[in-house]
Structure formats: structure tokens, C-alpha cells
């Protein structure tokens, strides 16, 4: 007879999307595979309740990002009195390598994911990823930036982001999307699904608009995201005399409505890691145009469910954008081929299984249900 596996999840973001939405489909998948997951989160956190009913346990406690050093003690202190087989941290801020040192200290086992591409000193990757027994990369292409910075190969696996296509995958509600915008019925609507911060490249769109806006004056944008760069953003629309084209949505919860509804998926990112949003898009048949930047290309596939240019690129970007508005037959094609790279490489089963993978190669012994 032998015990079921039991993994311990740290997760340290607040809201409900990006990462804390991919633990979110993880943690819903693994008790199906006969594993006991114990959550470690903030107080008042969106996954929190969402976990509620859905794992066994879910502790929430003080995290206050990469210099609240006492959390190190407080997870440790959590390890010690659940004893799981092995740490699962997900999380960056604050909670990869402080949650590493109280792993190492618990004498637990420790996984992490990296979700984002941005470059870190080789000397200091070195040692950090010391602290994990394996690193859990959302795409190839940030699993290549830690095997730059010298990351032995054998410790960092790639196991792909996934989306739940059936939440997308749905009929456009058409007059609900116009009224929900103020949009006339004659609108092509591209989306651009980010954080309003500066990696992210909208900036790059907006420059490009005002030819497109000339050639196709029913075209509409909406920056459906918040950030930062919100009032810098509408600054630069008010001087290109676009405030009666692109509209800035802020955070919306209803993308699965939104989605279907959208002519193109904008993302002119600089970089990314793997962009989850790009699946969604995918998931519900909408073409993507996106940058070779990180981890895009493992979703935008050129001349297939997308088009691809380089980053920071406006021509390019203005044409492939001209291109799509030009052929919506190849852009519908495009949308269908999308649903199908989702359901063949971006399930969530198949995250599930991946990540499972890793738990097992790291523990050594097969876990199962008792008999």
C-alpha cells in the first residue's frame, strides 16, 4: 500500500487571473489524480475562496513580497506541521526564493514556476535555482533565458500554460458587445489583453493606428487591462487624435463574452513569457498578431492562427494588421486553426499531467490511492 502524494502550493498573487488562475486549474485537476494539495496564500486572496471545497486545505497568512524575510519562518513553520511530500511554489514576488530557503530549511523538497522571461544575472541564477530541485518553465522559450544563464538543463522543464477552452470557445453575443462599448455596428474591434505597463508594447499599436484608422474608419480598439501607464497611454491617444477609436476598458472579468466578439487579438509585446491571454484569444477562435518575443510564438503560429513581427516593429506591425482587415476570410480561418492548437497542445490536462510529471520524477517513489 502506498500513500498518496501530498504537495503543498504557495501562490502569492491577490486576484484571479494570469498565474493564480493557472494554480487555480491545477489545483482543480491534481485530486483527480489521487493527490492531496494543502494552499498557502494571502489573507483575503481571490483563490482562497475559489479553493474553498476544492482541496483540502487552504492557509492563508501574511505575504508581503521579497523583503517580508519573516515569511520565511511562517512557511517554514507551515511545512513542518503539514509534511508534505514536496513544495510547489508558484509564485515570484516574494515567495520564490524566500519560500525556497523554507523548504530548505523544512528539509522539504521544493518545485518552482517561472512564469515570466525577464533576464536575471547569471551569477545569481546559479544560485538561486539551487534552492529547487526542479524549475517549472510556462513556455520553451523562458526555459531557454534560464538555460543561458547557466541553469543545469536536466533541472528546468517546460510544461505549457493552459486555458479552459470550452469558457471561450462560444457564439458571439453581438448586440451586447456593441451596446457594452457604444460601438456601431459596422466596427472591426481589435483587443489588446494586457497590463497597461510598458513591456507589453501598446504604445506600438497606437502608432500604428492613424493609417489603418484613415483606410478603415469604422476600426475600433479596446486596451482591456489597468496599470500604470493609463494616463501616459491616453495622452498619447488624445495627440494622435484617436479618443473615438480606442477605448481603455480597464480590468474586465468577462473576457469569455468579450473574446468571441473581437476581430483580431493585438499583443505587441517586447516580451512575454508565455501569454495567457493569447490563449484565451485562441480558445475562442479569434487570429492573434504577436511578437517573436518569449514565449508567443509557442501559441502564434506564422501564417497559421497568426501572424508574427518583431517587437517594437510599427510598420510591421501597421501591415499585419492592414492584412488582416483586408482578408476576414483568412482572419476566420485563422481563428479556427487557433481552437485546434488549444485543444491539441493547451489543455488543461495536459498542464495537469505535466506538472505531475515533475512531482513524481522529484519524489522517486510512484504515489497512489490506498487501497
Avoid at 486545505?57 to 520565511?72: K, S
Avoid at 534560464?146 to 477552452?165: F, M, N, T, Y
Avoid at 459596422?186 to 489583453?193: F, Q, T
Amino acid at each position: 500500500m502506498t500513500a498518496p502524494l501530498k504537495v503543498l502550493h504557495v501562490e502569492a498573487g491577490m486576484h484571479l487571473y494570469g498565474g493564480a488562475l493557472q494554480v487555480l486549474y491545477l489545483l482543480r485537476g491534481l485530486p483527480q489524480e489521487q493527490v492531496r494539495n494543502i494552499l498557502v496564500c494571502p489573507r483575503g486572496s481571490a483563490i482562497a475562496s475559489a479553493c474553498d471545497g476544492v482541496i483540502e486545505r487552504v492557509i492563508e497568512m501574511p505575504m508581503g513580497g521579497d523583503l517580508d524575510l519573516a515569511f520565511i519562518a511562517r512557511l517554514r513553520a507551515v511545512i513542518r506541521e503539514q509534511r508534505p511530500d514536496l513544495v510547489h511554489l508558484h509564485s515570484r514576488r516574494g515567495a520564490d526564493t524566500l519560500g525556497g530557503i523554507a523548504a530548505r530549511l523544512a528539509g522539504v523538497p521544493c518545485i518552482v514556476s517561472r512564469r515570466v522571461d525577464n533576464p536575471e544575472p547569471a551569477w545569481l541564477a546559479r544560485i538561486k535555482y539551487r534552492l529547487y530541485e526542479r524549475v517549472v518553465t510556462i513556455s520553451e522559450g523562458i526555459r531557454q533565458v534560464l538555460l543561458s544563464e547557466g541553469v543545469p538543463a536536466d533541472k528546468v522543464v517546460c510544461v505549457h500554460s493552459a486555458v479552459d477552452r470550452e469558457k471561450y470557445h462560444r457564439d458571439c453575443e453581438r448586440e451586447w458587445f456593441l451596446r457594452e462599448f457604444g460601438l456601431s455596428t459596422e466596427a472591426y474591434v481589435l483587443g489588446v489583453i494586457a497590463q497597461l505597463i510598458p513591456r507589453k508594447g501598446h504604445r506600438y499599436l497606437l502608432q500604428a493606428l492613424p493609417p489603418l484608422v484613415e483606410e478603415y474608419p469604422d476600426l475600433c480598439v479596446l486596451f482591456l487591462g489597468k496599470g500604470p501607464l493609463e494616463q501616459e497611454l491616453k495622452q498619447q491617444i488624445t495627440a494622435l487624435q484617436l479618443d473615438d477609436v480606442v477605448q481603455l476598458t480597464g480590468f474586465r472579468a468577462d473576457l469569455e463574452r468579450i473574446l468571441p466578439c473581437l476581430y483580431t487579438v493585438v499583443h505587441p509585446a517586447e516580451m512575454e513569457g508565455l501569454g495567457v491571454s493569447l490563449l484565451q484569444a485562441a480558445a475562442a477562435g479569434v487570429p492573434i498578431i504577436g511578437t517573436r518575443a518569449g514565449g508567443i510564438p509557442e501559441i502564434v503560429r506564422q501564417g497559421e492562427n497568426g501572424l508574427l513581427i518583431s517587437p517594437q516593429d510599427v510598420a510591421a506591425l501597421q501591415d499585419a494588421v492592414g492584412q488582416l482587415l483586408a482578408d476576414p476570410e483568412r482572419a476566420r480561418q485563422m481563428g479556427q486553426a487557433g481552437t485546434q492548437i488549444v485543444a491539441q497542445e493547451f489543455s488543461i490536462a495536459a498542464m495537469v499531467q505535466g506538472n505531475l510529471r515533475v512531482y513524481r520524477k522529484v519524489v522517486g517513489a510512484p504515489h497512489a490511492p490506498p487501497q
